[in-house]
């Protein structure tokens, strides 16, 4: 719970796209002569290279450094759907990648050393083939590159210690070489048990992409390729500077390619590919591998020479498909690519006029079909969309159909009638990495659902699936800087910039402000929040904020204020700055934006430019007062906020014992107990055994019958004591790392009924728990417990176990008043993230339907809330974190009933890390409730920014519980009730913080009145 992860949505799409038809039975591509064969026909194609479909490399989110990750089963099966229904049949992915040191890749990357590999991201290859083969696709899979920029020949040789050169000659480099293409030709696939080398969905194999190998090298690694896999074709890598005419005799070279770009004046690709024909003609198969960047005529004159003289094949450079959280991925071609072309996106869109996108799409399409002696057939009408969960309806996105030019977006006040269209010819390619859709429409204050239907010239799709209801808390400006039309007024030197677009991820469209220069907004109701993703080349370039009702007189905010180090280590990319802040109160209806002219510093370095990228400003918000929001009330109570007590450590119980007297004389009436044991875990996070640290001085110590016995009694006495003060009892179980493998529960991959070294989870924590609350507790006993905390992976792994468990305690007659929840993290339901297990769940028909049975029979779902919260926390901060954790939830196919209470398992927010004496800062705490300290020489909350920040935070969370404004009721919320996270100084005074202390006194006292 404390350590920082990232919160991944990853959708996949498992099935199958619904108009895809079934691949008839594939035939291994073999050559006979200069020509390809598909058994006896000649195999000729027009297609493309798509380089993102083995690790992708633009994946960015504003606020993460690193923008690699693998594919997931949509974006393959859209990438190669786009490919079928242009009539390709043939991909050429881009390299094996290798890891480079000071590179940004991370672990995304396959080989991690010499004869060291990433089984992650051979598991990606897998879908990757497995998808072809039901698409009827052919893949082409290079082995290594000439380039650094997914690592290749040199990083090989630093691995060694050598320079890039060596990979050639150097024996022990070769050998290790040899090692990465014996483990990728002879891996079976995880999916479907077949062997690539028995795989006739893979084209062949390429030695290399633009490698300046030797003819000794390219011999020897040919006929080792040909040793292991006799099967399919060997491409020769070295493809630029013309034919490698040593590769013509070599019995184990199949296919010679040839790359082609702008390297000069010249854009006239068809002598090039025609000499290479010649010598190529009646002794090897020969392609153009890759191609692009030049004028649309150039390409066709390329392509139609390809048709006319009897070459293989044609692949474009290239193609990139959607993306899972939606629209698509992009990637500006810098160099020959002169800052014109990017990536293309199917079926084509006005977003890509600058490079004729659409005629060259369609150029291929017809090409496609027309070298394999076929009409260019009718478009189909795309498949439904995928709607994505929605926090808010300024920021609707959804995963798109490939072959659609457009999307609609309905809206209704109830699920299953009365849809309204609200907009469309909504294009998914108009924005890059932000969301696709602000509906403007929506009034405050009310709730709405949506679906949204894809169109093309065929027509238009069955509707999406259905999200909500969404609660609509204002209306939003959303300005994606295409333009100026969104601003009210400019001084100085305000102006649109599209250049460049690598260096600010990939972004389109942004407002380039010069020092000394300002950008005024205006909206139609009270301005309340801002935020502002913008991109500095230096820390010096701030913007400044001020606000003003009559657009005259102006008052500054203080905004926060956060940098995101790109990590990119080869682009040069500018430093991504969000800018947030709030309107505090008023009718301020204006917002200026405000690059100083020059800023003092030490350095003397004066602001540079800045550019935005998208600007959202909320205004009109909603009041719990309105009719509108009245409307949406239930008949809830306000909630108390309790403390947590401890059954960690058998040591301890003594302390344990006096923190409920304290609790109890401060008046609580509800506790929660947090009940602890350890585990061994494997390297991949599975569970060894259960235990405990059971002496001073020792380790772990697996778990024996004493221990056990040990465990209950400490129970026993605890709840007992909750008893004697006529206490309500909530009782969170968890597990933690003990053994050498430490990290966050979250990820543990354990079946609570399995026995570990003769323990099961449920005998040793559940039966434990319960048969201590079968002595101690009344019949009138108010008792609650949660079946886990945050153990995501186990939950969704094994939702059939817990639901054995729930039936096994409804059926105990002594503890007829116990009610069974399951609580999960805020983020991350299912333990996405995992760093090295199972990286994401994908729950089948079998496990959603086990798992929607779980939180049906289920009394309450719990959330650990430590989610981040604006600069000013506010009430609505607390609403949109349940809203983001019930979305995930829907992200699984599954839904929580609005009539399920809900708890607060843990709730607070620990200041973040401090290092030293630095003091801590308000603007990262907010953004990392879960980061704290343990250690009172390191209290984050000893300054007085961060002390009315916590004091902030806390009165939200209270009026939160007060006014229940979700469409969820927290019926129980507890802080975690140790260290910098717990106001009260339950373990640690030193934390304690009067005020807050007070300020939940009264808060309870008025809610026991009130009952």
């Given at each position: 719970m404390r350590l920082r992860f990232a919160v991944i949505c990853c959708c996949l799409c498992l099935a199958e796209l619904a108009h895809a038809v079934e691949p008839a039975p594939m035939n291994f591509i073999t050559r006979r002569g200069d020509r390809l064969y598909d058994g006896d026909k000649p195999f000729r194609f027009i297609s493309f290279n798509i380089p993102n479909l083995m690790v992708i490399e633009d994946a960015y989110e504003f606020t993460k450094p690193n923008p690699w990750r693998w594919p997931n089963e949509f974006e393959i099966e859209d990438a190669l759907e786009s490919v079928r229904q242009m009539g390709g049949q043939v991909v050429r992915t881009y390299v094996v990648s290798v890891y480079r040191d000071g590179s940004d890749m991370g672990k995304f990357v396959h080989v991690l050393g010499p004869g060291q590999f990433n089984e992650e991201g051979f598991r990606a290859l897998d879908m990757l083939v497995a998808a072809a083969r039901r698409k009827g696709i052919r893949v082409i899979i290079p082995l290594v590159d000439q380039h650094k920029w997914w690592g290749g020949i040199g990083e090989y040789a630093a691995f060694r210690g050598k320079p890039a050169e060596a990979f050639w000659s150097d024996r022990q480099i070769i050998d290790d070489f040899k090692a990465t293409v014996e483990h990728v030709v002879a891996r079976k696939n995880s999916l479907t048990g077949v062997a690539y080398r028995d795989e006739p969905a893979i084209f062949g194999w390429q030695t290399g992409n633009e490698i300046s190998s030797t003819p000794e090298w390219t011999r020897e690694m040919a006929a080792y390729i040909k040793e292991l896999d006799p099967n399919h074709v060997v491409l020769d890598g070295k493809s630029l500077k013309g034919v490698p005419v040593w590769s013509l005799d070599d019995p184990n070279i199949d296919v010679i390619t040839t790359h082609h770009y702008p390297w000069g004046a010249d854009h006239d690709y068809v002598k090039p590919i025609r000499e290479a024909h010649a010598l190529t003609k009646g002794k090897k198969a020969y392609f153009v591998g890759e191609f692009g960047f030049v004028e649309t005529p150039h390409?066709?004159?390329?392509?139609?020479?390809?048709?006319?003289?009897?070459?293989?094949?044609?692949?474009?450079?290239?193609?990139?498909?959607?993306?899972?959280?939606?629209?698509?991925?992009?990637?500006?071609?810098?160099?020959?690519?002169?800052?014109?072309?990017?990536?293309?996106?199917?079926?084509?869109?006005?977003?890509g006029d600058r490079y004729d996108e659409r005629q060259i799409l369609q150029l291929v399409r017809e090409k496609a079909h027309q070298i394999r002696g076929l009409p260019t057939p009718l478009l189909e009408k795309p498949a439904p969309p995928k709607l994505l969960p929605i926090d808010r309806v300024s920021a609707i996105s959804w995963q798109g159909a490939a072959g659609a030019d457009s999307y609609d977006v309905w809206r209704s006040a109830t699920a299953n009638a009365d849809w309204r269209k609200i907009a469309d010819a909504v294009s998914d390619a108009d924005v890059q990495y932000q969301p696709l859709f602000n509906d403007q429409t929506a009034d405050p204050g009310r709730q709405y659902f949506y679906r949204v239907v894809a169109r093309n010239s065929a027509g238009a799709s069955e509707p999406s699936n259905v999200v909500g209801p969404v609660n609509v808390e204002c209306r939003t400006l959303v300005d994606e800087c295409r333009d100026l039309a969104q601003t009210s007024s400019t001084t100085g030197r305000v102006a649109i910039a599209t250049e460049n677009a690598r260096t600010t991820q990939e972004d389109s469209h942004r407002l380039a402000i010069s020092p000394g220069s300002s950008v005024?907004?205006?909206?139609?109701?009270?301005?309340?929040?801002?935020?502002?993703?913008?991109?500095?080349?230096?820390?010096?370039?701030?913007?400044?904020?001020?606000?003003?009702?009559?657009?005259?007189?102006?008052?500054?905010?203080?905004?926060?204020?956060?940098?995101?180090?790109?990590?990119?280590?080869?682009?040069?990319?500018?430093?991504?700055?969000?800018?947030?802040?709030?309107?505090?109160?008023?009718?301020n209806r204006y917002l200026r934006l405000t690059l100083p002219a020059a800023v003092a510093t030490s350095a003397k370095q004066d602001a540079a430019p800045l550019e935005i990228g998208r600007i959202e400003i909320e205004f009109d918000k909603a009041t719990r007062t309105s009719k509108s929001l009245a409307m949406l009330k239930r008949d809830v109570r306000p909630t108390p906020m309790n403390a947590t007590v401890f059954i960690d450590n058998p040591l301890f119980i003594q302390d344990t014992l006096a923190s409920i007297d304290k609790a109890a004389a401060r008046g609580d009436r509800w506790l929660n107990v947090a009940v602890t044991i350890l585990v061994d875990l494997t390297q991949d996070l599975r569970v060894k055994s259960y235990g405990w640290f059971r002496r001073p001085g020792r380790g772990f110590e697996p778990c024996n019958d004493e221990m056990r016995a040990t465990l209950q009694d400490a129970s026993r006495r605890v709840f007992a004591r909750m008893v004697e003060h006529d206490m309500d009892i909530y009782i969170l179980p968890h597990v933690d790392a003990g053994g050498r493998v430490r990290t966050w529960r979250?990820?543990?991959?354990?079946?609570?009924?399995?026995?570990?070294?003769?323990?099961?989870?449920?005998d040793l924590m559940i039966n434990s728990i319960a048969d201590a609350l079968a002595e101690s507790v009344k019949p009138d006993t108010r008792v609650e417990m949660a079946l886990s905390g945050e153990m995501g992976t186990s939950l969704f792994r094994y939702p059939e176990s817990y639901r054995k468990i729930v039936r096994q305690l409804r059926a105990r007659p002594d503890l007829d008043q116990l009610k069974f929840g399951i609580s999960l993290n805020h983020g991350g339901i299912s333990g996405q993230g995992n760093p090295t297990g199972v990286k994401n769940i994908e729950l089948t028909d079998d496990g959603r339907r086990q798992m929607q049975s779980l939180i049906n029979e289920c009394d309450f779902v719990g959330m650990s809330f430590y989610r981040?919260?604006?600069?000013?926390?506010?009430?609505?901060?607390?609403?949109?974190?349940?809203?983001?954790?019930?979305?995930?939830?829907?992200?699984?196919?599954?839904?929580?009933?609005?009539?399920?209470?809900?708890?607060?398992?843990?709730?607070?927010?620990?200041?973040?890390?401090?290092?030293?004496?630095?003091?801590?800062?308000?603007?990262?705490?907010?953004?990392?409730?879960?980061?704290?300290?343990?250690?009172?020489?390191?209290?984050?909350?000893?300054?007085?920014?961060?002390?009315?920040?916590?004091?902030?935070?806390?009165?939200?969370?209270?009026e939160f519980l007060a006014t229940q404004p979700a469409k969820w009721n927290v019926s129980a919320a507890f802080f975690w009730s140790t260290g910098s996270w717990d106001p009260q100084g339950m373990r640690h005074p030193a934390f304690a913080d009067p005020e807050i202390v007070r300020a939940i006194q009264r808060h309870n006292e008025s809610i026991a009145a009130g009952r």
């Open positions: 390409i066709a004159s390329a392509i139609e020479a390809v048709i006319e003289d009897g070459i293989s094949g044609a692949l474009l450079w290239s193609l990139r498909m959607h993306r899972r959280e939606g629209g698509f991925y992009w990637h500006m071609e810098v160099g020959t690519g002169r800052n014109i072309y990017k990536a293309y996106h199917w079926p084509g869109f006005a977003s005024v907004y205006s909206v139609d109701g009270p301005i309340d929040h801002w935020r502002v993703f913008s991109f500095a080349g230096n820390e010096n370039t701030r913007l400044e904020f001020a606000v003003s009702r009559d657009g005259i007189t102006y008052k500054p905010i203080t905004v926060k204020r956060e940098e995101f180090q790109s990590g990119q280590t080869v682009y040069g990319y500018l430093t991504p700055v969000l800018y947030e802040g709030e309107a505090q109160g008023g009718n979250n990820w543990y991959d354990f079946d609570p009924l399995e026995e570990y070294s003769g323990y099961s989870y449920d981040p919260v604006g600069a000013i926390p506010t009430p609505h901060d607390f609403v949109r974190g349940i809203d983001h954790f019930m979305s995930e939830f829907a992200a699984h196919g599954l839904s929580v009933p609005t009539s399920k209470p809900m708890h607060f398992s843990e709730v607070g927010i620990g200041g973040g890390h401090r290092e030293d004496d630095d003091a801590a800062d308000p603007a990262k705490a907010v953004l990392t409730p879960w980061e704290g300290s343990g250690d009172e020489r390191a209290n984050p909350w000893r300054t007085e920014p961060m002390q009315n920040l916590r004091r902030q935070y806390h009165r939200a969370l209270l």
